[in-house]
């Protein structure tokens, strides 16, 4: 007589996916970002009792409802796209650079610096000239020095780079009460107001016109670098494997620090433009922790700085929507957060269901 046993085995198991076609992905996405705002109306409904149609209506109003909030919409874009693009070549090279907030701050407090000490000395083109240059070395320079130890040393990229922050935000915090205007009040206030010294020109009317482009001409350029280009094939490759790229001769040392003067250059560009384009002042918090946003949103994109516009639209969207329902209904400023948070949770448990697939076991199998 045969004696017979089941084999127990999970009902559901996990398995990572070989390939998924584009548009499946993208419907993924979509569907996740459409669960989260049910989801989030739930919510409000149980935690203020308003209709939640109207709550999305207020926050489509709080991102398009006047032509300027559509143009800060833009700006705030343009920002978050700028530094995303800045740490992406380093992401894709598999170089952790957690440092983007410090580069950023670096590179505004060089365009300040050029602003507080050389406006009204010399003539604006030649002033704004100065400060493009200064925001770009300064960035560049914060960034690769943790890549030459990286490079020289193998220490750990993300430490270093996180350490890195907090030497910027106090270098900044010097400064701010080194230039403190009025005395005593802890701010630079606005830099040059009288002369407009170092404040970028306005195309027309529009005042973020000039940022918009820059970051739109940097997006492309990028897209073009890391796709067409022989630094951007050796950036790949070392982020495949490293061993693999010293076998087909490069050299990767050099790549790391390459490319990590190319972020913090782009950083540097970023901190130009908040300076001189947008606030005419430098703050520890200027960088908003935009420079640990952007890392979700160069992930999110796949590393793809078009499909990185896409990111920040859904992230800077949704950050301005739910800031105006908390100022309209008089909620705390915690709510706004609650609503991004789990927008962003379902943006990012989306990439689960794209990377892998839950099987479902057939009937258990008898076993002799």
Known sequence: MKNKATAREPKFHVVKRSTIPPLNAWLIRIGAVLISLVVCAVITMLMTGMNPISVYATMIRGSFGTPRRIWNLFQGIAILLCISLAVTPAFKMKFWNIGAEGQVLIGGLATAACMVLLGNKIPNALLI????????????????????????????ETLFTLMMNYVGIQLVSY?????????GSGKIGIINQSTHAGWFPIIGDYEYLLNIIIVAVITVAMYIYLKYSKHGYEI?????SENTARYVGINV??????????????????????????????STTISNNRGFTAI?????????PILMILTSFII???EKGAGEISTV????????????????FFIIGSEFFINYQIKHHKAHKEVE
Do not use: Q
């Open 129 to 156: 000239l100065v400060m493009i240059v200064a925001s770009i070395v300064a960035g560049a320079i914060w960034a690769v020095i943790p890549a030459i130890f990286k490079a020289k040393f193998n220490t750990n």
């Open 253 to 282: 040392k050099k790549v790391i620090i390459r490319t990590m003067l190319l972020s913090g250059a782009v950083c540097g560009i970023a901190g130009l433009l908040l300076v001189g384009s947008t606030n005419h002042t430098i």
């Open 316 to 318: 800077v969207f949704f």
């Open 329 to 344: 209904y008089g909620l705390n400023e915690s709510f706004a957060d609650i609503i991004t948070g789990i927008v962003l």
């Open 236 to 240: 790949s490759v070392v982020g495949e």
């Open 175 to 183: 400064f701010v009460m080194l230039w403190e205007n009025p005395k």
């Open 296 to 304: 979700m949103v160069s992930w999110l994109a796949k590393f793809n």
